[in-house]
């Protein structure tokens, strides 16, 4: 049966109604009847071709909530059980990174939408190994930008045990940004934010931020010299790095999970000095997911969003192009 969706026909194009005749379901795989599809900046970049690495038709969405309609006779899921999936569909599972439990990091994996028909659909077939149950505390549209941006800050913040106590810096308010202050604030942390736009300081420390700063005005962040342990970086733009490596406490970490264009100019000095740290972050492993989803029910830690039926994917990516969403949009069936 072919499976409704939306799609891109080109680069920088409206995305279009589109119907496809999915591969047979393998013995490992699941289909997904959709019921939320977060919209992240990435199904921007993959519509636009922003990244090479897109064809068309292209149906992006990888922020995927919904029902198991069908199982493998391999899949651990079952039908009816509700699950997610987020950026990630498949990996070797046989390499040293794979059998290391960092998936993500397999030179082999496959996105849910690069290649293959992603979330902005009526239904979606993938790996059943990367596709997890949800906790019953998690409300569908709320948790759907877990499956992405929330592993995304989430896993770092593990990797590098950020502790509870820790004066934490937060760069970029945004579907990312926001989920990082709420997860620290949940671990017992204390969080700055730094943001460009000075009318979300309310919202900001509504979210659980014990300061709120601006991200460009070197003189603000000049404020919080030697404060931070941590300084985790949600965005895609050029920033002082310099002055935001000296907020750096000694053995303090700059970890970056947005991606500024060009290169980064640091003085070696500057890392020498206090043993000071700049890493990146992709995404999370499966083991991360599940670490991530399993914390945010806990904690009750979800996305703030905006929802729109799935047949306004248009205006809805133009209100994510136009930075006008608190904090993330999710499409619904």
């Given at each position: 049966m072919a499976i409704s969706a939306f799609a891109a026909p080109a680069a920088k194009q409206p995305l279009v109604e589109y119907a496809y005749e999915p591969a047979p379901l393998g013995a490992a795989e699941v289909e997904i009847e959709i019921s939320h599809c977060g919209v992240c900046h990435s199904d921007l970049h993959l519509i636009d071709n922003d990244w090479r690495t897109s064809t068309y038709p292209l149906v992006p969405g990888h922020e995927i909530v919904g029902l198991v309609a069908a199982a493998g006779v391999e899949s651990n899921l079952v039908v009816g059980q509700r699950v997610g999936t987020g950026w990630q569909r498949s990996a070797c599972l046989a390499c040293e990174h794979c059998l290391a439990g960092n998936e993500n990091l397999c030179p082999f994996q496959e996105a849910t939408c690069v290649g293959h028909p992603g979330g902005f659909a009526r239904r979606i077939r993938t790996d059943a190994r990367f596709v997890f149950p949800l906790p019953r505390e998690l409300e569908a549209a709320a948790a759907a930008p877990l499956?992405?941006?929330?592993?995304?800050?989430?896993?770092?913040?593990?990797?590098?045990?950020?502790?509870?106590?820790?004066?934490?810096?937060?760069?970029?308010?945004?579907?990312?940004?926001?989920?990082?202050?709420?997860?620290?604030?949940?671990?017992?942390?204390?969080?700055?934010?730094?943001?460009?736009?000075?009318?979300?300081?309310?919202?900001?420390?509504?979210?659980?931020?014990?300061?709120?700063?601006?991200?460009t005005d070197a003189r603000e962040v000049r404020r919080f010299a030697d404060r931070f342990e941590f300084v985790l970086s949600t965005v895609p733009s050029r920033l002082d790095w310099i002055t935001y490596l000296q907020t750096l406490k000694p053995n303090g970490v700059l970890c970056l999970v947005g991606a500024p264009p060009g290169l980064m100019?640091?003085?070696?000095?500057?890392?020498?000095?206090?043993?000071?740290?700049?890493?990146?972050?992709?995404?999370?492993?499966?083991?991360?997911?599940?670490?991530?989803?399993?914390?945010?029910?806990?904690?009750?830690?979800?996305?703030?969003?905006?929802?729109?039926?799935?047949?306004?994917?248009?205006?809805?990516?133009?209100?994510?192009?136009?930075?006008?969403?608190?904090?993330?949009?999710?499409?619904?069936?």
């Open positions: 499956l992405c941006a929330g592993v995304t800050v989430f896993a770092p913040l593990r990797r590098w045990k950020v502790r509870a106590g820790a004066p934490v810096g937060v760069i970029g308010i945004g579907g990312l940004g926001h989920l990082a202050i709420r997860f620290l604030r949940a671990m017992g942390c204390e969080p700055v934010a730094f943001t460009s736009s000075p009318d979300k300081r309310d919202e900001v420390l509504r979210l659980g931020a014990v300061d709120v700063a601006s991200s100019s640091i003085p070696a000095g500057q890392l020498l000095t206090s043993q000071r740290v700049i890493c990146g972050s992709d995404i999370g492993s499966p083991g991360a997911i599940r670490d991530t989803l399993a914390f945010a029910a806990e904690h009750n830690v979800v996305a703030e969003v905006e929802t729109a039926p799935m047949a306004d994917a248009n205006a809805a990516l133009q209100r994510v192009r136009d930075n006008r969403v608190r904090y993330r949009m999710v499409l619904t069936n």
